[in-house]
């Protein structure tokens, strides 16, 4: 196996109670690289990061992360490396943002042992890139959705690991924060070689961050490969049947994909 391989998945396949959700998936996913997950609702995506990270377990097939299997990794080690921002997230009630941001570094702490000055540190940096330093002493069930997702955003990122989970992360977001979390992730990778896996509903944002789709439908890895030669309306088509077309935006010069309205 090459010490190349972040994830190696073979022959996944997962069901809860019926039929199977996630089936015979194989991918091999190298490290530094920012990886966009898309499909239709309901085909699998959520519940294969699930996987990924090791919230649930695959029913046949296994994962392999960093050449060892997943189910190798004791929870705490495995909360080192990867970080989730989810889909929902009940910040609960009576936690103000910094104890929640601080909820990242849980995985850092010696249990009994209180946060030190670079768990602090990392608190700060991550409300810092986040632009939450003025939320800090709010009880999060005072925020709106959207600042809400941006406090998880912000744990995720003081959590500090090598690899981090975005499910549909700014999915409450004006376009300004959507555009900074985005920008912030890629920098992650680009600049520290960290990997980033999101689930992405808009296709412009996956066509224009991603390095590589991996296109989902019905529980089945429909197409993967570099963004350029997967954003197709080929394979817009096939997994959310709209008719879409393809160019390249002058503006990014990123891919660009346009629907066909009024139909
Ligand atoms: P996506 O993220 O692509 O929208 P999900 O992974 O959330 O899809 O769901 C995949 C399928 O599994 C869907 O049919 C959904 O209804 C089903 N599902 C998700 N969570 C559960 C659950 N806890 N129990 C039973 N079925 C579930």
Redesign the pocket.
Known sequence: MSSHCLFSIEGVSFA???PL?LDDINLVLPPGKFYGIV????????????LLTGCKKPHSGTIRFQDNPLSSYDKRELARQLALVP?EFDTGFGFTVEEIVLMGRHPHIDRFSSPAEKDWQAVDHAMAAIGIEELRDRYTNTLSGGQKQRVVVARALAQDTPVLFF?EATSSLDIKYTLQIFNLARNLVYNEGRTVIA?IHNLNLAAAYCDFLIF?KD?RLQQYGPTPETMTAENISEAFDVQAQVTIDPYNQAHHVSFQYFK
Do not use: R, S
Not at 39 to 44: D, F
């Open positions: 809860y109670t019926g959700v499909g239709p609702n309901g085909c699998g995506k959520t519940t294969f990061l699930d889909q499910d689930v989902m529980g």
